[in-house]
């Protein structure tokens, strides 16, 4: 309705008001979704390989990987998910907690490993839950069987037909190691750099010298309490592997000065 003076009328009518309510409803409501859809957000809708599994699972420790997968079925797929993706797994600092089934949810569907490490892991490492593993792995270039008792030559074995890049190997206080299955690791496994021998009482001259002569990039070599080792194995040692770093020998008795010098 128009006035005197050509001024148009600005008053709203009942319509016009109903209106207006009806949309400030629609936008309240809208405005409520997204605040609910914004509570129910959490850490498993962020994209899985490329922030999870990439930038935040690879900083918690296995336990607490562990841990993470008791919280739903989406975790546990999650972090079956990561294990399969994973190239480092390191038991050592949960050694003591972890049970068999643990260990083969863990390593099930893993083919990606290049450095395992289980150190201290006695309780359930066997060669029927080991050697699948590294079957399933023959990129692995670091592994530490440190205190494994339980373990036989099957393992050195089977390391030395599926892992031909392997470049560390430890297996410090098993007193299984056997001559036969180190002397086919050291003939197959051509990048060895660093082995670990220490308390393997089996072992002689004869192998080590196989060792040491397949090996001349060889830079650490603990022998520590292997008595039967001799003066023949530190004169190959010093005429074969020029760059050669750091020799362990506590306990060598038959070992002379000399030899040393």
Not at 109 to 138: A, G, H, T, W, Y
Request: include cysteine.
């Amino acid at each position: 309705m128009e006035r005197g003076g050509g001024d148009t009328d600005h008053t709203f009518h009942v319509d016009d008001t109903e209106l207006l309510n009806d949309k400030l409803g629609e936008t309240h409501i809208c405005t409520d979704c997204c605040d609910v859809l914004e509570r129910n957000r959490n850490l498993l809708d962020l994209p899985w390989d490329d922030i999870l599994v990439g930038r935040i699972i690879p900083f918690l420790s296995l336990s607490e990987i562990f841990q993470l997968q008791l919280v739903s079925k989406l975790s546990l797929q999650l972090i079956r998910h990561y294990f399969s993706k994973c190239s480092i797994l390191d038991f050592s600092e949960v050694a003591h907690k972890v049970k068999e089934a643990m260990f083969h949810r863990a390593v099930e569907n893993s083919v990606c490993l290049r450095v395992l490490i289980l150190k201290n892991c006695k309780d359930f490492l066997k060669d029927e839950n080991f050697i699948p593993v590294v079957e399933q792995n023959p990129q692995l270039q670091k592994i530490d069987l440190t205190g494994c008792l339980s373990l036989t030559s099957q393992s050195i074995q089977a390391i030395a037909n599926s892992c031909p890049a392997l470049h560390y190997i430890s297996v410090h206080g098993c007193h299984w190691v056997q001559a036969p299955a180190l002397a086919v690791l050291a003939m197959n496994c051509e990048c060895l750099q660093y082995v670990d021998l220490t308390s393997c009482w089996e072992l002689d001259d004869e192998t080590i010298l196989v060792l040491i002569i397949s090996h001349p990039g060889l830079k650490y070599l603990s022998l520590a309490k292997i008595y039967g080792i001799t003066n023949v194995v530190i004169d190959m040692l010093a005429r074969t592997c020029s760059a050669f770093e750091h020799l362990n020998i506590q306990g060598c008795w038959r070992i002379t000065n000399s030899v040393i010098r």
